[in-house]
């Protein structure tokens, strides 16, 4: 099991970056596919970036597409998602997953660890 912890978020101007980051316990986390999902105010969590836990394969909804990029660094076992031109409607709690062996998996119920979550607010 992996015991994961978020950080980064924060208030942005539209346009402005954010990198987020989920760092997790354990020696063995270089074997964990690691998903961000996202929740905002009377919404439902919404898939927004994966990375498999041999990193050949990334997945990104596609309103995310092209702006935020999901990358690992197995040696500090963090996950990153590096989000660029942000938009008021990125905000949200930004929620990061994990799943031994897993792969860039889009649903909530692919994923059995999760962490606490970070607040992400974009102004306009």
């Known amino acids: 099991q992996a015991q994961l912890v978020e950080s980064g978020g924060g208030l942005m101007q539209a346009g402005g970056s954010l990198r987020l980051s989920c760092a997790a316990s354990?020696?063995?986390?270089?074997?964990?596919?690691v998903g961000w999902f996202r929740q905002a105010p009377g919404k439902e969590r919404e898939f927004v970036a994966a990375i498999a836990w041999n990193s050949d394969s990334t997945s990104y909804a596609d309103s995310v597409k092209g702006r935020f990029t999901i990358s690992r660094d197995n040696a500090k076992n963090t996950v990153y998602l590096q989000m660029n031109s942000l938009k008021p409607e990125d905000s949200a709690i930004y929620y990061c997953a994990a799943k031994r062996w897993g792969l860039s998996r889009r649903t909530t119920s692919e994923y059995d660890d999760w962490g606490q979550g970070t607040q992400v607010t974009i102004s306009s």
């Open positions: 354990g020696r063995t986390f270089s074997t964990y596919a």
